[in-house]
């Protein structure tokens, strides 16, 4: 990759806060996000990951992105997964076994109904997006 | 078509208990008989913390959250918030507080936690250097080195009042000063990132989730004190940390965030990460330096400070990794943002690894002058099992014990120090009246007598007597005078002692000694261990008009110390038990206790 200049930053930060908001409704408009800290694969994040990436292959979605992040501070309710979907509220759900994982596809990103039992709090607002 | 509305209601073990099962049915009814049920969506939810004031219900996607609801509050819920768009003040929680804490950030609901450390975990894949970016990464390394001089920079964290959050709480800007003010030549930059104490995860969760927050930062440092090198000092049993560490430093590096001539500015600046093998001591910074240069890790006296005399003899600044996280918010936001945040004397915020005897462990990251009330009853959401709240432990090995009576003081250094606890690196233990605190001082002191290097005699002697004292008194074998020594050895090292280690290795015995003092004597005069934990200070026995002769204890006991013939009292063999208490949770007519 090239080395980047002042300029160069500012247009990479730009595309990829465009990409991020999700703008272009061809393409992946839900994304699901699986916490990957020691703490949420130490309590099983990657049987969750896994189990979404196959019920989003096995049901033939295509616009579902899947991503890992670190930890977002719910220990006590490892393996978190967040779903961002258009026209419904980002929520985080705790306790993400296999099976809620599927559930989370069904319900969640296919449904598009809130999954009972599992959704935490959000744990602060956020300092960056709310400029 | 998509619900416009969603009502969260808290399905946590506590709110269920105050019926807010019943609160989603009758609101489920409502939406219904309003004919909303196309529009809104009731979701019984996992434990939303805050139990002290449930059940809760939150209102999406505006985040209204409501507190102490009960099943007959459903009908105006539904009849003000979901019909008519209006909020019902009286079940609001009070937010006065929230707004004082945070200056002019605009909190549109109650909300205890704040993240500036934190900001990006659990947000970006931290191994993607867009997802930094995009959040307005290297955004202040572009201000530092296009808009700002080295001593703005410096002035700018001066200003914010950020003071070092490894424990001594000393001001970056005047650190990073000292060394800026050094000749010219090379300078090194070092993150310390050994992170040792027992219950301590917060930096290892804020590299795995967010580690070119750290790079950004420690290049800001590395411009504003004249350094062209940096080292990260961290340790080899953080294997995620260190790998998405070295992914980011790739990607800096590619990219031209890291290396010669950073941006097209003129400055250079890298870094490379250095291992360490798990000692405590060497997250002291003397004993860091001379690990990081290959040499055993033993603490040396100061001064001369790091920042003159460091690496290689080199100006040095070490900094924590929580601290630097903190530099690129500050450098962005401009230091009276920052400043507003806090309390008098201690600006910003903690992140405290919340652990022990709460419902909700987490990571958590509040304004400093939150109080511990705050923390564990709201956001930690009470003792687990309904126990009692009995003490906190903050400051790990370094720090103290803080009784019930402290649970309202608004934490800050200072505030801390005066009760006789740290603030510490950030672990926050907490403990139920199950915990015996001379046992918990017995662990700690295990802890530091271990990891001691033992260059110095207070430490190395000193922390070996009152391990030894502690065994005795323990064992049942105390006596008043031991107590009198003891307090006498801890003087001794306080003030002796080399580094910190052995300087605050005595601390959570003096403060178990300052605020339960009575449990000490318990063990020593009665032979008593209140909480049950001091095995041999506790005796089982079975009320015989209880007993029913179940047999169930004796199956259960696994020394095979207790006898007797169904449906006849039994009784235990004081000289076969192994005091393990499971003859106790076993009984199911509590005819077994301990004592
Ligand atoms: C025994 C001992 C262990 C320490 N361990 C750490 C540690 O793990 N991480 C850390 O940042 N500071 C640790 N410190 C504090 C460092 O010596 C130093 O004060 C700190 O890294 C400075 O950074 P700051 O000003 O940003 O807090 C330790 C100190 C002592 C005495």
Same mark, same amino acid.
């Given at each position: 990759m090239a080395k980047l200049t002042l300029e160069a930053l500012r247009k990479m930060r730009n595309e990829t806060q465009q990409a991020m908001s999700m703008r272009d409704s061809s393409k992946k408009d839900v994304q699901v996000i699986v916490g990957m800290g020691t703490c949420g694969i130490a309590a099983g994040a990657k049987d969750a990951f896994g189990a979404i990436v196959d019920a989003i292959a096995s049901k033939g979605l295509t616009n579902v992105l899947v991503r890992q992040t670190g930890c977002m501070g719910l220990c006590h309710s490892e393996p978190t997964v967040e779903v961002v979907a258009p026209d419904m509220p980002a929520v985080i759900y705790g306790n993400v076994n296999a099976d809620v994982a599927r559930e989370i596809v069904e319900t969640h990103v296919i449904g598009r109904k809130l999954l009972d039992g599992h959704i935490c709090d959000r744990p602060s607002v956020d300092i960056i997006a709310n400029k | 078509m998509a619900y416009q509305q969603y009502l969260l209601v808290c399905g946590g073990t506590a709110c269920t208990s105050g019926q807010s099962l019943e609160l989603a049915a009758n609101l489920e009814k409502g939406i219904e008989a309003a004919g909303l049920s196309e529009r809104v969506q009731v979701v019984r939810t996992g434990c939303l913390g805050f139990c002290e004031k449930g059940p809760i219900v939150k209102v999406l996607p505006e985040g209204t959250f409501y507190v102490c609801?009960?099943?007959?509050?459903a009908a105006e819920i539904v009849k003000e918030h979901v019909v008519k768009g209006r909020v019902v003040p009286r079940l609001l929680y009070d937010e006065k507080q929230a707004k004082t804490l945070v200056g002019e950030e605009n909190i549109p609901f109650y909300q205890k936690q704040f993240r500036i450390v934190l900001r990006n975990c659990g947000v970006i894949d931290p191994e993607k250097i867009e997802d930094y970016v995009a959040r307005d990464g290297y955004k202040a390394l572009e201000k530092v080195l296009f808009e700002m001089k080295p001593e703005d920079v410096v002035d700018e964290i001066l200003k914010s009042g950020l003071r070092g959050r490894g424990g001594a709480g000393f001001p970056t800007g005047r650190k990073w000063q000292f060394a800026a003010a050094q000749p010219k030549g090379q300078k090194y930059m070092v993150c310390n990132a050994d992170e040792g104490d027992p219950g301590a995860y917060m930096d290892r969760s804020t590299l795995e989730g967010d580690p070119h927050s750290v790079l950004e930062a420690m290049t800001i440092a590395g411009y504003a004190i004249g350094a062209s090198k940096g080292f990260i000092y961290i340790r080899a049993e953080y294997p995620l940390a260190i790998h998405r560490l070295e992914v980011a430093i790739k990607q800096a590096r590619e990219l031209g965030l890291l290396g010669d001539d950073i941006l097209g500015s003129g400055f250079s600046f890298d870094i490379e990460l250095r291992f360490g093998a798990g000692a405590f001591v060497c997250g002291e910074e003397t004993a860091l330096l001379q690990s990081i240069e290959g040499n055993r890790g033993m603490p040396r006296p100061r001064p001369p400070f790091p920042a003159v005399k460091g690496l290689w003899g080199r100006p040095t600044v070490i900094n924590n990794v929580e601290t630097l996280a903190n530099i690129p918010v500050i450098i962005m936001k401009g230091w009276q943002w920052f400043s507003g945040i806090g309390t008098e004397t201690t600006k910003g915020t903690k992140v405290f690894a919340l652990t022990g005897k709460v419902n909700n462990s987490g990571l958590i990251e509040v304004p400093m002058g939150t109080t511990l009330r705050e923390i564990i009853f709201e956001i930690g959401g009470?003792? $687990?099992?309904g126990h009692r709240f009995k003490a906190a432990q903050t400051g790990g090995p370094s720090g103290g014990i803080i009784p019930p009576q402290f649970l309202d003081t608004p934490i800050d250094y200072e505030s801390l120090a005066k009760i006789g606890s740290i603030m510490g690196s950030g672990g926050l233990i907490v403990m139920d009246e199950t915990d015996c605190v001379v046992d918990i001082a017995k662990f700690y002191l295990d802890f530091t007598v271990d990891e001691?290097?033992?260059?110095?005699?207070p430490c190395r002697i000193g922390g070996r007597k009152l391990l030894n004292y502690l065994k005795k008194i323990t064992d049942g074998r105390g006596t008043e005078q031991d107590i009198k020594d003891m307090e006498a050895i801890c003087d001794a090292m306080n003030k002796a002692s080399l580094c910190g280690l052995g300087q605050t290795a005595s601390n959570p015995v003096k403060s178990t000694l300052r605020y339960f003092m009575d449990e000490y004597l318990e063990h020593v005069?009665? $032979?008593?261990?209140r909480a049950g934990k001091c095995a041999k200070l506790v005796r089982y026995s079975i009320d015989p008009e209880k007993c029913k002769g179940c047999t169930m204890c004796a199956r259960k006991c696994p020394a095979g110390a207790i006898s007797g013939t169904v449906r006849q009292p039994h009784s235990i063999d004081q000289t076969k038990c192994v005091k393990c208490g499971a003859c106790e949770s076993t009984c199911k007519f509590g005819a077994i206790s301990h004592g």
């Open positions: - | 609801v009960k099943p007959e509050d009470g003792i $687990r099992n001691s290097c033992g260059k110095c005699a005069n009665e $032979r008593k261990c």
